[in-house]
């Protein structure tokens, strides 16, 4: 769980501290819906990577399988590989606290398969699963992942 608050808190400053309006990018806003298994995806957060490295990587928060991000901090127009990560559930298996081992706490993972979470390892960034183009304006992107 550390490392996925870890993710968004590096996300979320990627976002506020690259993402002036005044920049001069062109930017495009986007949302959408994000569902697992036909199901809504409860929370999670959606990353933007752009493919030819130009302009920032971006993100969003998922509530209720929506996600929305405004022009102004938006994905520069182009081609983007997209992770998605939601928020670590209860397994149903139990382990040793690290805090205290004669306490038991709940084993949590990401219910987002790995697929959708491509790993940047040992400097290689693997062929994205999610890969999308923004054009300008509006664009609405739904990701229907699949548990399979």
Avoid at 5 to 14: M, R, S, T
Avoid at 29 to 41: Q, S
Wanted: charged content about 20%; some cysteine; glycine content about 10%.
């Amino acid at each position: 769980m550390f490392h996925y608050k870890l993710f968004i808190v590096v996300c979320l400053a990627v976002c506020c501290f690259g993402c002036s309006s005044g920049d001069g990018l062109k930017r495009a806003a986007v949302e959408g819906t994000v569902t697992l298994d036909n199901k809504p995806l409860e929370k999670g957060f959606v990353s933007w990577f752009p493919l030819n490295g130009e302009g920032p990587t971006v993100g969003a928060d998922i509530q209720n399988g929506k996600y929305k991000i405004i022009k102004k901090n938006g994905p520069v127009v182009g081609e983007y590989r997209v992770e998605i990560k939601g928020q670590p559930i209860p397994t149903g298996k139990k382990k040793p606290s690290a805090m205290n081992p004669a306490v038991m706490e709940d084993v949590l993972a990401d219910p987002v398969p790995a697929k959708y979470q491509s790993n940047n390892i040992m400097g290689q960034i693997p062929e994205p699963v999610l890969k999308v183009t923004i054009s300008t304006g509006k664009n609405v992107i739904d990701f229907p992942l699949s548990s399979q």
